[in-house]
């Protein structure tokens, strides 16, 4: 058993935790403009920080669907291999620093590296890298 940090996130109705390793900021995205995209996750891209980054809705993203149409107010931009993104979250909580556990076998979490036990249940942490690879085989420029 390893410890972990990470943000923890509420995306799509459920908390997921997000190594602060690649974890940049919690910012307001600001509007995000359209584009053509595969993905339908995809809101657009916005100007973060003084940064043009895709922004994408988390938990659309995790369950393979479209974007919702309410915009959330929360956005963590993260780094994928020194690439920045930035993912549209319901809330950011806290940092947090606890024993990871393996996933369990029956686990259909693909997105996830480990999870963690907490009151409320297990929190799976993301794979942000398996995410971004997953995004640059749909075109996604991350």
Do not use: K
């Not at 390793?21 to 996750?41: F, K, W």
């Not at 659309?60 to 956005?75: C, I, N």
């Not at 549209?88 to 024993?99: F, K, L, T």
Request: glycine share 10%.
């Amino acid at each position: 058993m390893s410890e972990a940090s990470f943000l923890l996130v509420r995306a799509g109705g459920r908390l997921v935790g997000l190594p602060v390793e690649q974890v940049v900021a919690v910012a307001d995205a600001g509007p995000a403009h359209p584009v053509p995209s595969t993905e339908a996750a995809l809101r657009g891209v916005a100007n973060v920080r003084g940064e043009m980054m895709p922004v994408l809705h988390l938990g659309a993203l995790l369950a393979g669907e479209a974007y919702p149409p309410r915009v959330s107010e929360v956005a963590v931009v993260i780094s994928v291999g020194g690439i920045r993104l930035c993912l549209e979250v319901e809330e950011a909580d806290v940092v947090v620093r606890e024993a990871t556990l393996p996933l369990p076998p029956s686990s259909a979490l693909p997105w996830a590296r480990a999870v963690v036990r907490r009151a409320d249940g297990l929190v799976p942490l993301l794979d942000l890298t398996a995410l971004g690879a997953r995004l640059a085989e749909r075109g996604i420029d991350t």
